[in-house]
């Protein structure tokens, strides 16, 4: 009687600021496979096509490494475009990202991964980001509803 292998998910990103829409996305991806493996950006990577983030790698590294949902998490920076390379580097099936690219940005950031039939995608997350939780403590601030000690 043998064993079937675990299928691996990979997920990479930036996870700042780690909320529940991130949460939900670790489930729907971790849903296509038995196992999640997740992957961190640098904060200089990040800073090239985004805001840097607010988190450290170190902080942002040990909030994905306490959620239930991973299983495993890569604990140098990952490249910020996935590659077959980097899949079979880490053990994975497939990568997993949501729709919330246009099908031009799927194509650039992950063709190969599509061409070799190793990309799955799952519904954003709506309603929660980790820039909509900066918004939301700046209108707070001025509002002076949220007092913080400067």
């Known amino acids: 009687m043998s064993e079937k292998a675990p299928v691996w998910?990979?997920?990479?990103?930036?996870?700042?600021?780690?909320?529940?829409?991130h949460v939900a996305f670790f489930a729907k991806a971790r849903a296509f496979g038995d196992r999640l493996v997740?992957?961190?950006?640098?904060d200089e990577e990040v800073a090239t096509y985004k805001?840097?983030?607010?988190?450290?790698?170190?902080?942002?590294?040990?909030?994905v490494e306490a959620c239930r949902l991973v299983d495993r998490v890569v604990?140098?920076?990952v490249p910020l475009r996935c590659t077959l390379a980097q899949l079979d580097k880490v053990g994975a099936h497939f990568v997993c990202?949501?729709?919330?690219?246009?099908p031009e940005q799927m194509e650039a950031w992950y063709g190969p991964l599509v061409a070799a039939g190793r990309l799955r995608v799952v519904p954003y997350?709506?309603?929660?980001?980790?820039?909509?939780?900066?918004?939301?403590?700046?209108?707070?601030?001025?509002?002076?509803?949220l007092r913080v000690k400067l």
């Open 9 to 21: 998910v990979y997920v990479d990103g930036v996870f700042d600021l780690f909320h529940p829409g």
């Open 97 to 102: 990202h949501a729709d919330d690219m246009s």
């Open 125 to 145: 997350t709506a309603g929660v980001a980790s820039r909509g939780i900066v918004e939301r403590v700046a209108d707070r601030l001025k509002a002076g509803t």
């Open 75 to 77: 604990i140098e920076p």
């Open 51 to 63: 805001p840097a983030p607010i988190m450290s790698f170190a902080e942002r590294l040990a909030m």
């Open 38 to 42: 997740v992957g961190l950006h640098s």
